[in-house]
């Protein structure tokens, strides 16, 4: 059973560079949602995605976007990084229509923006 | 805008001890309470409360939900040094908009 895979674990970016950052859901889920944990903070919700469309989002500028895929993976875009960019960003899948049971979390990316 | 308090903030206790974490809420159209641990890098699902008063157990660990008045604790008892984690409280909106706490920083000492 596939628990959620996540791609790269590790990057490092220059400030003002932009990356691209991968999802692939457990198997059987059909949401994605996308967190930035910073050192010492609780994980702040980015946006969910939901039958390929942003269904719902945090408080995140602009340069935070997304796209699902037809399969239910995901990307998560940041462009013109910044130093406060740096974070672990997690990716969590779960099942949209039926009951919510809580999510399943991936091991995460850790991005350092140099 | 949903709002999650975990206190303390961190805890060093001794092996054998019972800790007891809190969690407060302010959420609009409320669905469920989630506990995680965190050790490393994926938190990993501890419970789901949906109902006031229930307990839920597994192993040395218990958690409980008073929807009154908005809190949750989540024990642990006779303490490993396993238990060494960050213990993340949720709460879930609508469309399945998961809030995140702080979190916990537990150490567990020999």
């Known amino acids: 059973d596939a628990g959620v895979t996540q791609s790269p674990t590790h990057l490092i970016k220059t400030r003002g560079q932009q990356v691209t950052l991968r999802c692939s859901p457990k198997s059987g889920h059909d949401t994605v949602s996308w967190y930035q944990q910073a050192l010492g903070q609780g994980p702040q919700f980015i946006f969910q995605y939901y039958e390929e469309e942003e269904r719902q989002r945090g408080n995140f500028p602009d340069r935070f976007s997304g796209h699902q895929f037809p399969n239910y993976s995901s990307e998560l875009n940041v462009n013109a990084l910044l130093l406060g960019d740096s974070a672990l960003y997690l990716c969590?899948?779960?099942?949209?229509?039926?009951?919510?049971?809580?999510?399943?979390f991936g091991s995460g990316t850790r991005l350092t923006v140099v | 805008e949903d709002k999650v308090v975990q206190s303390p903030l961190s805890l060093v206790v001794h092996e054998g001890d019972t800790v007891t974490l809190n969690c407060s809420y302010e959420?609009?159209?409320?669905?469920?309470l989630l506990w995680y641990k965190q050790e490393k890098k994926a938190p990993t699902f501890l419970f789901m409360l949906?109902?006031?008063?229930i307990e839920k157990k597994s192993g040395r660990l218990s958690s409980i939900l008073d929807k009154k008045e908005l809190f949750s604790i989540l024990n642990i008892t006779a303490t490993q040094t396993g238990d060494s984690a960050v213990y993340l409280c949720a709460v879930t909106g609508g469309y399945q908009k998961v809030t995140f706490g702080t979190g916990t920083k537990l150490q567990v000492i020999p």
């Open positions: 949906t109902s006031s008063g």
């Open positions: 969590a899948s779960s099942t949209g229509t039926a009951m919510f049971y809580g999510y399943t």
């Open positions: 959420v609009t159209n409320f669905r469920s």
